[in-house]
Nanobody, 124 residues
Framework: QVQLVESGGGLVQTGGSLRLSCAAS????????MGWFRQAPGKEREFVAT????????AYADSVKGRFSISRDNAKKTAYLQMNSLKPEDTAIYYC?????????????????WGQGTQVTVSS
């Protein structure tokens, strides 16, 4: 059974940092590109970042470029999202997802597996 479990969310002040983790089990982690998405209250889920199987290729939404960094540790079967300079508009539930391709993308339909999400709240 495939499981993706996010952790690391919480409440942080504007300008603060958080590091999200996504622990995978039940799949060959290194065979999947990984992505992070988020859903703010009353809004549709949106793409945040993606990383290729090897970690050599990454892509980001314009709204987080320069502030967020995606990485992975294939030995630990874990993907990460380092979030710096957080803003109130970053408040959302953050989801990780796995895409059985070498490189992920912004389309949700690419991703076969999803986690349950972790809440990030940025206070002003």
């Amino acid at each position: 059974q495939v499981q993706l479990v996010e952790s690391g969310g919480g409440l942080v002040q504007t300008g603060g940092s958080l590091r999200l983790s996504c622990a995978a089990s039940g799949l060959t982690f290194s065979s999947y590109a990984m992505g992070w998405f988020r859903q703010a209250p009353g809004k549709e889920r949106e793409f945040v970042a993606t990383i290729s199987r090897s970690g050599g290729s990454t892509a980001y939404a314009d709204s987080v470029k320069g502030r967020f960094s995606i990485s992975r540790d294939n030995a630990k079967k874990t993907a990460y999202l380092q979030m710096n300079s957080l803003k109130p508009e970053d408040t959302a539930i953050y989801y990780c997802a796995a895409d059985l391709r070498y490189v992920g993308g912004p389309q949700e339909s690419r991703y076969a597996y999803w986690g349950q999400g972790t809440q990030v709240t940025v206070s002003s």
